[in-house]
Protein backbone atom coordinates (compact mmCIF):
# COMPACT_ATOMS: atom_id res chain seq x y z
CA UNK A 1 0.00 0.00 0.00
CA UNK A 2 1.54 3.54 -0.89
CA UNK A 3 2.98 5.44 1.69
CA UNK A 4 1.37 9.36 1.57
CA UNK A 5 4.03 11.85 2.57
CA UNK A 6 1.90 12.97 5.30
CA UNK A 7 2.15 9.63 6.94
CA UNK A 8 6.23 9.04 6.11
CA UNK A 9 6.61 12.28 8.12
CA UNK A 10 4.60 11.55 10.83
CA UNK A 11 6.36 8.53 11.06
CA UNK A 12 9.66 10.76 11.12
CA UNK A 13 7.98 12.37 13.71
CA UNK A 14 6.85 9.51 15.59
CA UNK A 15 10.30 8.24 16.17
CA UNK A 16 11.62 11.78 16.83
CA UNK A 17 14.67 11.09 14.98
CA UNK A 18 16.26 14.19 13.79
CA UNK A 19 17.83 15.43 17.28
CA UNK A 20 19.14 12.20 18.44
CA UNK A 21 19.89 9.71 15.45
CA UNK A 22 23.88 10.15 14.93
CA UNK A 23 25.50 8.49 16.61
CA UNK A 24 29.56 6.47 16.32
CA UNK A 25 27.25 2.60 15.22
CA UNK A 26 25.98 5.15 12.01
CA UNK A 27 29.34 6.60 11.00
CA UNK A 28 30.86 3.14 10.83
CA UNK A 29 27.39 1.56 9.25
CA UNK A 30 28.26 4.26 6.20
CA UNK A 31 31.90 3.85 6.45
CA UNK A 32 31.20 0.04 5.67
CA UNK A 33 29.11 1.01 2.84
CA UNK A 34 31.59 2.86 1.14
CA UNK A 35 34.32 -0.07 1.56
CA UNK A 36 32.31 -2.64 0.36
CA UNK A 37 30.74 -0.82 -2.63
CA UNK A 38 34.61 0.76 -3.34
CA UNK A 39 33.27 4.02 -3.11
CA UNK A 40 34.66 7.32 -1.85
CA UNK A 41 31.62 8.55 -0.44
CA UNK A 42 28.54 7.63 2.17
CA UNK A 43 25.80 8.81 3.87
CA UNK A 44 23.05 8.24 5.87
CA UNK A 45 19.71 10.91 5.35
CA UNK A 46 17.03 11.64 7.12
CA UNK A 47 14.45 13.33 4.94
CA UNK A 48 11.90 15.83 6.48
CA UNK A 49 9.32 18.51 5.36
CA UNK A 50 11.94 20.91 3.56
CA UNK A 51 15.37 19.38 4.41
CA UNK A 52 17.67 16.84 4.06
CA UNK A 53 19.60 16.10 7.34
CA UNK A 54 23.02 14.05 7.15
CA UNK A 55 22.94 11.80 10.39
CA UNK A 56 26.05 10.21 9.50
CA UNK A 57 28.64 10.48 6.22
CA UNK A 58 31.89 9.34 5.14
CA UNK A 59 34.43 10.93 2.84
CA UNK A 60 32.61 13.98 2.93
CA UNK A 61 33.08 16.68 5.45
CA UNK A 62 29.99 18.92 6.61
CA UNK A 63 26.63 17.69 7.86
CA UNK A 64 24.30 20.83 7.74
CA UNK A 65 20.75 20.18 6.79
CA UNK A 66 20.32 21.16 2.82
CA UNK A 67 17.22 22.11 1.18
CA UNK A 68 15.33 19.04 0.01
CA UNK A 69 14.74 19.83 -3.63
CA UNK A 70 18.96 20.15 -4.09
CA UNK A 71 19.55 16.58 -3.21
CA UNK A 72 18.38 13.39 -5.13
CA UNK A 73 17.22 11.77 -1.51
CA UNK A 74 13.66 13.15 -2.46
CA UNK A 75 13.55 10.71 -5.11
CA UNK A 76 14.63 8.04 -3.75
CA UNK A 77 12.11 8.55 -1.00
CA UNK A 78 9.00 9.42 -3.59
CA UNK A 79 10.18 6.44 -5.50
CA UNK A 80 10.61 4.31 -1.97
CA UNK A 81 12.97 1.87 -4.13
CA UNK A 82 16.72 1.98 -5.10
CA UNK A 83 17.78 5.13 -7.44
CA UNK A 84 20.61 4.85 -9.57
CA UNK A 85 22.66 7.48 -11.70
CA UNK A 86 25.82 5.36 -13.42
CA UNK A 87 26.64 9.39 -15.04
CA UNK A 88 24.91 12.49 -13.49
CA UNK A 89 26.57 14.43 -16.21
CA UNK A 90 24.66 12.46 -18.96
CA UNK A 91 21.22 12.15 -16.30
CA UNK A 92 18.46 13.55 -18.41
CA UNK A 93 17.05 16.22 -16.17
CA UNK A 94 12.94 16.52 -15.18
CA UNK A 95 11.71 19.19 -13.26
CA UNK A 96 11.28 17.27 -10.22
CA UNK A 97 15.26 16.40 -10.10
CA UNK A 98 16.81 19.22 -12.11
CA UNK A 99 17.65 21.38 -9.72
CA UNK A 100 19.59 18.32 -7.21
CA UNK A 101 21.79 16.89 -10.36
CA UNK A 102 22.59 20.52 -11.12
CA UNK A 103 24.02 20.76 -7.22
CA UNK A 104 25.56 17.34 -7.52
CA UNK A 105 27.32 18.23 -10.48
CA UNK A 106 28.69 21.77 -8.47
CA UNK A 107 29.81 19.23 -5.88
CA UNK A 108 31.88 17.53 -8.35
CA UNK A 109 29.77 14.22 -7.90
CA UNK A 110 29.45 11.87 -11.26
CA UNK A 111 27.65 8.77 -9.65
CA UNK A 112 25.11 8.17 -7.41
CA UNK A 113 23.06 5.29 -5.86
CA UNK A 114 20.76 5.05 -3.10
CA UNK A 115 18.41 2.96 -1.24
CA UNK A 116 15.62 4.23 0.54
CA UNK A 117 15.88 3.61 4.80
CA UNK A 118 12.80 2.21 6.01
CA UNK A 119 11.18 1.01 9.51
CA UNK A 120 9.52 -2.11 10.04
CA UNK A 121 6.26 -0.52 9.55
CA UNK A 122 7.90 0.52 5.57
CA UNK A 123 7.40 4.37 5.78
CA UNK A 124 10.61 5.35 3.69
CA UNK A 125 12.68 8.30 6.49
CA UNK A 126 14.96 8.90 3.99
CA UNK A 127 18.01 7.25 2.16
CA UNK A 128 21.52 5.14 2.66
CA UNK A 129 24.07 6.88 -0.48
CA UNK A 130 26.85 6.24 -2.49
CA UNK A 131 28.39 9.26 -3.94
CA UNK A 132 31.61 8.66 -6.28
CA UNK A 133 33.54 11.66 -8.45
CA UNK A 134 33.93 9.14 -11.40
CA UNK A 135 31.38 7.65 -13.40
CA UNK A 136 30.31 3.91 -12.19
CA UNK A 137 28.50 0.60 -13.44
CA UNK A 138 26.64 -0.44 -10.61
CA UNK A 139 25.55 -4.44 -11.31
CA UNK A 140 22.03 -5.94 -10.47
CA UNK A 141 23.91 -7.46 -7.68
CA UNK A 142 25.61 -4.48 -6.29
CA UNK A 143 21.56 -2.81 -6.67
CA UNK A 144 20.40 -5.82 -4.67
CA UNK A 145 23.13 -5.58 -2.02
CA UNK A 146 22.51 -1.70 -1.46
CA UNK A 147 18.82 -2.87 -1.30
CA UNK A 148 19.28 -5.46 1.26
CA UNK A 149 21.75 -2.95 3.65
CA UNK A 150 18.72 -0.43 3.81
CA UNK A 151 16.44 -1.75 6.83
CA UNK A 152 16.27 -0.50 9.69
CA UNK A 153 14.20 -2.05 12.62
CA UNK A 154 12.86 -0.38 15.74
CA UNK A 155 10.88 -2.21 17.91
CA UNK A 156 7.50 0.12 16.95
CA UNK A 157 6.42 -0.90 20.97
CA UNK A 158 8.08 1.81 22.42
CA UNK A 159 10.11 4.86 21.55
CA UNK A 160 12.82 5.15 18.90
CA UNK A 161 14.71 6.85 22.21
CA UNK A 162 14.78 3.70 23.90
CA UNK A 163 18.12 2.86 22.38
CA UNK A 164 21.28 5.00 21.72
CA UNK A 165 20.40 5.29 18.31
CA UNK A 166 17.23 4.25 18.08
CA UNK A 167 18.10 1.12 16.20
CA UNK A 168 18.15 -2.21 17.19
CA UNK A 169 19.61 -3.88 14.46
CA UNK A 170 20.77 -3.86 10.90
CA UNK A 171 20.03 -6.14 8.30
Given at each position: ?16 M ?13 G ?9 I ?5 I ?19 P???T??S???E????V???D ?15 T ?13 V????QH ?5 C ?7 EF????Q ?8 L ?5 R ?8 I????
Open positions: MPVTETERLACLRHYDLPFLHDDVLDEFVLAAHIFSLPSLFNLDTHHVHTEAHYGMSGATPQRAELCTVVRNQVVYHLLSAIPTPANALAIQALAQRIRFYAAAPRLTDSLGALLLGQRPRTSQEHALQSSHARCNDSSARGTSSGTALD
